[in-house]
């Protein structure tokens, strides 16, 4: 515990904390007067919360602060996401409606894309086996009405068939929970006083609304992750106590944009399950936004994986269509794709010969080769070491890295394929790029949009080491690289508000809609997020509501979620969110029905989003500096190898921080900091912005050349 000097004024220091698969990133926000100060310490796998309180004790010596400085810690954790990614789930149970028991092996007839059929797809193993799924007598009728009686003898033989199994994380989905809660809010008392240890989730909390199936998943994930992030949240927050000597405030990083205490997280844990990648999204997308890029896409690159998304106007896009590993999950979320390619990513043989590099990672233990602790297969990062790419150590000298161990990898790959060294590296991180190209095409591409409008923002450790060759495969329009580009997710965790969803399935046709029963809901969607708010500690004044609607033609499979207006509904008020709608469909689609009367507009899910705001940091400005930028900034150079065919060019270091507004430079290049490296291939130009980010773009020689 560390305890305040008692001549010495209390400071008021906010911390953001994001744990990576190789690195913990820290930054502190001094509220008063808005210093930013930023740090990385090795993650500890075996007990991630070691590598939370060394990463907080780094950053207080940093800034001279004490425990009892620190006024919240934000937290971005991938415990949720490893969990389901892992495929390591406990003995779960589920509960549904009576002939329901097949739902989870009937699931979707869609078939994931790339095994061009069904017949060279294997579907996978369900979340829950077959022989622990018990179902519970009673049935309710789509708008909640009583059809059968709920059965409370069944329920109390379930409970106890799950008790005398020693199955203790239990999900239960009843049919049409979503318009009437009252059965499963019974089977859960029943669960409570049958089976006490039992763990449960129940769908009318977890999601409430339609598509029986989906609404299961959700809910198993949910319940599958809820022991793990409640002992690691746990954990943490009594860790916290024990360092600060008091309760300060706790947040963790949500899927949807938003944090929420600790204190309610465990009771809601599928809300984490992208925690990590969403800070970056966000921490991107405000660095962008204030630089003055309204398109972008953002490459966060960790050491076992790279996350991708889009960014449009300063908002990240948000998907309820997204998944997890193999778990189909319908919370709100930032839409982002992830692939395994990340500095860990090992590069092997196939059986069939040729080379492949991920998804498998050497983590951060035993990590690369060039890391000397026992690793035995090269990796991407050993790529970028061999060829010069990225210095012979860590975090300014923290870590020193082997190189002649990375080379000797590599070169035993080399031979096994019959290449030369140099072809060989180059050809790890070809396929490594060409691996993230296809992810930023599944955000970009695929949803309609043109890439080549769009800058892309790269962050995390490895995010900026192969921009330049990303520009030229998807002929974008250019790079920003953030300073402290490893610490974006980080300082994204002291950018966003609280924020609690809610949403309620109410299917009409637009012309049929009864405007009273739609205000109704959307006023009870309201009052549960106004009540979440004030436990929150938020007074009532700083609250914020925002509407959403899933709407679509009657007829379609899937609905477009669309920005609704405050106050009251009626025809006009239905009317513009229709419009809204239309406009919506054109832009992701092509086409809209607007004017036609034979195409009818169908409500389908209302949804409110309460929010409460907190102060942003600023981003500070860069000074401008005197003299030629290399002149001042190179920091020594280094034989480093771009192209396979020119060989190895001697290339300046480039130290960043020496860097001024306005400097402009030329590939090739080396940019180094603290926590990353940049490579600027031959045929790139770097300018200095006013916000310390490097806008890397092609040359206008390399321009008018294509």
Known sequence: MTERTPERPQRRIRIGIDTGGTFTDVVAFDEESGELVTTKTPSTPGNPA?????????????????????????????????????????????????????????????????????????????????????????????????????????????????????????????????????????????????????????????????????????????????PNVSRYVTNISERLVNFTGSEIPFYVMKSNGGVLSADEVVHQPITTVLSGPAAGALGAALIAKVAGFPKILTCD??????????????????????????????????????????????????????????????????????????????????????????????????????????????SDLADQLGLDFERCATGILEISAWNQANALRQVSVKRGLDVRDFMLTTFGGSGSLLACRLVDILDLAGVVVPPNPGNVSAFGLLTVDVKNDYVQTHVAKESALDHAAVQSILDSLTDRAREALDKEGFAAADHQFQRTIDVRYVG???????????????????????????????????????????????????????IGPITRPEIPTLDKADGDALDRAVRGRREVCFDPEQGYVDTPVVWRTDLGAGDTFSGPAIVEEFGSTIPVHPGFEVVVDDWANLVIRRSSNQESAR
């Open 556 to 610: 379609q499979a899937y609905e477009v979620r669309v920005a609704a207006p405050e106050g009251v509904v009626d025809a006009a008020y239905v009317e513009q969110v229709a419009e809204t709608f239309h406009a919506e469909h054109r832009q992701l689609y092509g086409y809209d029905f607007r004017g036609d009367r034979d195409q009818q507009v169908e409500w389908v899910n209302l949804r409110v989003t309460g």
């Open 50 to 226: 070691d590598g939370f309180i060394s990463g907080i004790e780094k950053i207080l010596g940093i800034v001279g602060g004490e425990g009892g400085d620190i006024t919240a810690v934000s937290h971005g954790t991938t415990v949720a996401t490893n969990k389901l990614l892992e495929g390591k789930v406990e003995a779960l149970g589920f509960i549904t409606t009576e002939g329901y028991e097949f739902m989870l092996e009937i699931a979707r007839q869609s078939v994931p894309d790339g095994y061009g059929n069904s017949y060279f797809w294997v579907k996978p193993d369900r979340i829950v086996p077959a022989d622990r799924v018990r179902t519970v007598g009673g049935r309710l009728d789509f708008t909640g009405a009583e059809i059968r009686p709920f059965d409370e003898e069944g329920a109390v033989a379930t409970a106890r068939w799950f008790k005398d199994q020693g199955i203790t994380t239990i999900a239960v989905c009843l049919l049409h929970a979503y318009a009437n809660d009252e059965h499963e809010l019974r089977l859960r008392e029943i669960l409570r006083r049958e089976h006490p240890e039992a763990i449960v989730s129940i769908s009318s909390e977890v999601l409430r609304e339609y598509r029986e199936y989906e609404r299961s998943m959700t809910t198993l994930v949910d319940a599958a992750v809820k």
């Open 301 to 410: 690159g960790g050491g076992t994986s790279t996350d991708v998304s889009v960014v449009l106007d300063g908002e990240p896009t948000l998907t309820t269509e997204g998944t997890v590993g193999a778990y189909p999950s319908k919370i709100p979320m930032i839409d982002v794709v992830t692939v395994g390619a990340g500095g860990g990513s090992i590069a092997w043989l196939s059986p069939e010969g040729t080379l492949k590099v991920g998804p498998h990672s050497a983590g951060a233990d035993p990590g690369p080769l060039c890391y000397g602790k026992g690793g035995t297969q090269p990796t991407i990062t050993d790529a970028h070491v061999s060829l010069g790419r990225i210095p012979p150590h860590l975090l300014g000298g923290e870590i020193p890295l082997d190189v002649e161990a990375a080379r000797k990898g590599i």
